[in-house]
């Protein structure tokens, strides 16, 4: 590492202490949003349906009556997975633009990772 970037990153990290109160505030408003965002995975041609928050907390889970008539448990836990991981990806997508987005507003260094925002 050369010794302007050592400076140029001690830079960066002083104005990120100056800015903490804000930034504290920002993220505060960020775990509230990450509620209100909800994301939905289906599987089976829609015979199951799950969709989950930015929280990735699953919030319901919705089976057909084909899904039920089927009778074929191990096929079904599949299905359900394959809805769950579709949901929760979008979800993480989601959550990252929104990130990305208050990380601009605040004026940090684009890609940084805060703590708890994944």
Do not use: C, H, W, Y
Request: hydrophobic share 45%.
């Amino acid at each position: 590492m050369r010794m302007f970037d050592l400076f140029r990153n001690m830079g960066q990290m002083a104005g990120l202490m100056r800015n903490l109160p804000k930034i504290q505030e920002e993220m505060g408003k960020m775990q509230e949003r990450l509620g209100q965002i909800t994301a939905e995975g289906d599987a089976g041609a829609g015979m199951v349906k799950v969709k989950v928050n930015g929280r990735l907390e699953v919030l319901s889970v919705v089976l057909t009556e084909d899904a039920m008539k089927g009778g074929d448990r191990e096929m079904l836990e599949t299905l359900i997975k394959v809805a769950a991981n579709q949901a929760l990806a979008k979800a993480r997508e989601a959550v990252g633009v929104e990130t990305q987005n208050m990380a601009a507003t605040l004026g940090l260094p684009q890609g940084m990772k805060l703590p708890g925002m994944g």
